[in-house]
């Protein structure tokens, strides 16, 4: 029997009960959380990491990665997972944001920088051009830093899908003619899960997306992440990973979904580590170059190695 098909037994916590004992947040050293918070705030910056609740934010800070999020604070999809303030009424965008990200990325002496956004539907080129500003805004004030994006599906514009798709890739051609050092877009969950998960966004979009990447621009490595927990199958994650190598994608990222708050889908199960070892195993057996898989990483966990 491979390892793609022999099934695993691990003792298995139910979500009603507490914590597991392999969930145990890093907290990081207290100055470090405080310097980065107070910068944020000064600035009126968002990260990622503060509002999606990262619990490895201190960590990240200490070894100087952080991930903004750009367009504001509210979201124009309301994902079932996703602890990012939704609304149907998103900020006006800041044309100033890019200027504030670059000092405090400079201020901070950041070696790495994961930008990400909001969904922005609402704007005619769906958020593209926040991302290149910034990156031009950082790059005038530390231009050896290494810049990562995590974009959303820049998808719409059209009810004609043709069209559409057209936009989707004319986005996504702007953004990485900026030349990030790497383009990271996470279909977060399996096929069968998505519509229930990602309101908003679809599983075939995204893997078009990944692809169209590596056709535009090949010397750019992709990147996905998947959470797990959500009512997943064991075979149905490594068709995940099957469907993303199949589209080129280099980097993944597996994590455990926590719940944000009662308002969002509940845990259906938490993976044990050695599980989350096994997926490893097989990514690494199908292609991908770079794998991060455990209870709690997340999309920018160790980005910068």
């Not at 992440?225 to 199949?246: H, N, P, T, W, Y």
């Not at 280099?250 to 259906?268: C, D, F, K, M």
Request: glycine letters at 6%; hydrophobic letters at 30%.
């Amino acid at each position: 029997m491979t390892k793609f098909t022999k099934q695993t037994k691990y003792s298995t916590v139910k979500p009603k009960q507490r914590l597991p004992e392999w969930i145990k947040p890093t907290i990081g050293r207290a100055s470090q959380l405080e310097r980065v918070q107070n910068l944020v705030k000064e600035y009126r910056l968002h990260t990622i990491c503060e509002e999606g609740r990262c619990p490895n934010r201190g960590e990240c800070y200490a070894s100087g990665t952080a991930t903004f999020l750009l367009g504001g604070s509210i979201c124009t999809r309301s994902c079932a997972f996703c602890q990012v303030d939704k609304g149907t009424t998103p900020s006006q965008v800041d044309p100033l944001e890019p200027q504030r990200v670059a000092k405090a990325v400079f201020y901070l002496k950041l070696q790495y920088v994961v930008l990400t956004s909001v969904a922005r539907d609402d704007l005619p080129d769906h958020g593209a051009s926040l991302f290149t500003k910034t990156i031009s805004a950082i790059r005038e004030l530390s231009p050896s830093i290494s810049i990562e994006v995590l974009t959303p599906d820049f998808w719409g514009g059209s009810i004609d899908k043709t069209i559409a798709t057209e936009k989707q890739r004319e986005r996504l051609t702007t953004i990485l003619k900026a030349k990030p050092v790497c383009f990271n877009h996470n279909i977060e969950t399996v096929e069968r899960l998505q519509k229930e998960v990602r309101r908003g966004a679809t599983y075939k979009r995204s893997l078009d997306l990944l692809r169209a990447s590596q056709e535009i621009d090949e010397f750019i490595p992709t990147k996905s992440g998947l959470m797990l927990g959500l009512g997943e199958k064991r075979e149905e994650v490594i068709q995940a990973l099957l469907d993303l190598r199949s589209v080129n994608c280099q980097q993944i990222t597996i994590g455990q979904y926590l719940r944000p708050s009662l308002s969002h889908l509940p845990v259906e199960k938490y993976w044990h580590p050695e599980e989350f070892n096994d997926f490893k195993e097989i990514s690494y057996e199908l292609g991908f170059n770079k794998v991060n898989s455990g209870p709690l990483v997340r999309s920018s966990y160790h980005a910068s190695q």
